[in-house]
């Protein structure tokens, strides 16, 4: 018997608020044999998305167990009775790369009254987020086969790479959200359109509207490298929250970018409930408004009707999934990038084995955290910012860090003491996977499965730290160089390296800091 390795997520990272162990297990299942209108397809890679990472983290949707990728392609093997072409009715063979849109139920009433819009069926399907069953257990592309079931949208795409084919379906995420877009007759080639949110989806937002003429495009986030790679996406202005800070300072720059109007269009990428509120004040009155936010389990938000659409007539759309003829839309698309330069390659930084799945999605609330500070005259520190973060866990641990932190020793020029500002990278690494290493962060280590050499190193930097700060009910014990000290006699200190241990059950958490010399 021929078997599969098939990723199931069996437990989320956080269940009922409570961070733990996320529980994954790879499992040998038979590969089944394509019945009528079916498709046996070997995956190749598959993309992970922000939904496949709240999944990981959260579970939001109440799925008991489930096999998540929905970004996937890979090569058919072999085909059912019936099958000969693809969705659009190009001839399909073994030996073709495709990729898959929705899944139909087909009964529902939106499946028999509105056909032209598949993504509002009642029983809609996208694999990846189809839980797992006695009579499919290969529902995702986060495995080594997936069978595509009767009533499936599948496309032959034999022209695009691998990295071209895992951005089809988030491309087609935004060529729908286009389309809602224009359905509002708003928006056009001359339109100052606004993208709140430069993730993935943001910046493949950025890249459709300047594939599609869009000549004025706005991007507004908070992590410089990111607004970076908006502008090489198409954007002509970037905003960063970080640098302007309230909500006023950045509506009047957008009012200084249109003259005075604010924006034609706005499309709100982040699913941050605080911005999906602010965006509204970005539009100028008779605009447009797309919500694209995913915000299951992510707080609510709340704006006054009167004067947030109301008032200004505000056209509000919402834009979910896509439809199979919006797939045909995006492959034009993709080719358009193609040949006008818009990098969207770019989109895919790192390739994962199906075995490296834990790494591949701690690599998504791992990584650099870079901030900002002032160190006063008196050794206080103030203006503290995060101008970088893959995680608001991260930004605030670090935060948290900072705080605890006794006083600097002040800057000086010619003798006098002078104010100094400061911007320093912090490199977060999640090691190891189990409840007993939950919330133990390593500094200036490179993200890796936990291992023997991994538990050494970490156990070696504690002992060599210069700096220790337990804290356990709320009070804080200073050790420097293995003796306990009074928090004013740490002295001035720069932190090279630090290690957050937070994983005792009696909810100490101890800080190691190694000094810059």
């Known amino acids: 018997m021929a078997t599969s390795k098939v990723a199931y997520l069996v437990k989320p990272k956080i269940v009922n608020g409570v961070e733990g162990e996320a529980i994954v297990e790879l499992r040998d299942i038979e590969i089944p044999t394509p019945g009528p209108g079916e498709i046996l397809v070997k995956v190749e890679g598959c993309g992970i998305c922000g939904t496949d990472v709240h999944e990981y983290r959260y579970n939001p949707f109440g799925y008991k167990e489930i096999v998540l990728g929905h970004e996937g392609t890979g090569e058919v093997i072999a085909v059912g009775e019936g099958v000969t072409v693809d969705t659009k009715g190009d001839p399909i063979k073994v030996g073709d790369k495709v990729v898959t849109s929705v899944l139909l139920c087909g009964e529902c009433d939106y499946c028999k009254r509105y056909p032209e819009l598949p993504n509002l069926c009642a029983g809609l399907g996208v694999y990846g987020l189809i839980e797992d069953d006695d009579a499919h257990h290969n529902n995702g592309w986060f495995a080594e086969h997936i069978l595509v079931r009767k009533n499936s949208s599948i496309f032959v795409v034999n022209d695009k790479t691998l990295d071209e084919r895992m951005l089809i379906e988030p491309a087609c995420v935004c060529v729908h959200s286009w389309n809602r877009a224009k359905s509002t007759n708003i928006i056009d080639f001359s339109s100052t359109v606004l993208v709140q949110g430069c993730g993935p989806i943001g910046l493949m937002q950025i890249a459709v509207l300047k594939a599609a003429g869009v000549v004025n495009i706005i991007a507004v986030d908070g992590v410089e490298t990111r607004l970076n790679l908006a502008k090489e996406m198409g954007a002509t202005h970037v905003i960063n929250f970080r640098e302007l800070k309230t909500i006023e300072e950045r509506v ?36 447009g408004y797309c919500e ?40 034009g698309f993709l080719t358009k990038a193609k040949e006008m330069g818009i990098p969207v390659e770019k989109l895919v930084t790192h390739h994962y084995k199906l075995d490296e799945y834990v790494e591949a999605m701690e690599k998504n609330i791992s990584g650099r955290v870079i901030f900002s500070f002032v160190v006063e005259k008196d050794g206080s520190t103030s203006d503290f910012t995060v101008l970088q973060a893959p ?22 020029q010619r003798g006098e003491k002078v104010r100094v500002k400061y911007t320093v990278p912090i490199v977060f690494a999640i090691q190891g996977n189990n409840a007993a290493n939950e919330g133990l962060k390593v500094v200036g280590v490179k993200s890796q499965p936990k291992t023997a050499e991994s538990e050494a190193a970490i156990a070696e930097f504690k002992k060599t730290a210069d700096i220790v700060i337990k804290s356990e009910n709320g009070k804080e014990t200073y050790f420097v160089n293995g003796k306990e000290v009074k928090k004013e006699d740490v002295g001035a200190y720069e932190p090279e390296k630090v290690v957050v241990d937070g994983a005792h059950s009696d909810g100490v958490k101890i800080v190691y800091i190694k000094v810059k010399k």
């Open 391 to 412: 995680d608001k866990l991260l930004a605030d641990e670090v935060e948290r860090i900072f705080k605890t932190c006794p006083k600097w020793e002040p800057g000086t």
């Open 292 to 331: 694209m936010g995913f915000f299951v389990n992510n707080g609510e938000y709340s704006v006054n009707p009167h004067f947030a659409m109301c008032n200004k007539e505000i056209n509000l759309v919402g834009s979910w999934d896509y439809s199979a003829q919006e797939y045909i839309h995006t492959l």
């Open 252 to 287: 009047a720059q957008v009012q200084a970018l249109t003259k005075g109007f604010g924006a034609d269009f706005v499309f709100q990428c982040t699913g941050v409930p605080q911005a999906a509120a602010d965006a509204y004040k970005y539009v100028r009155r008779g605009g």
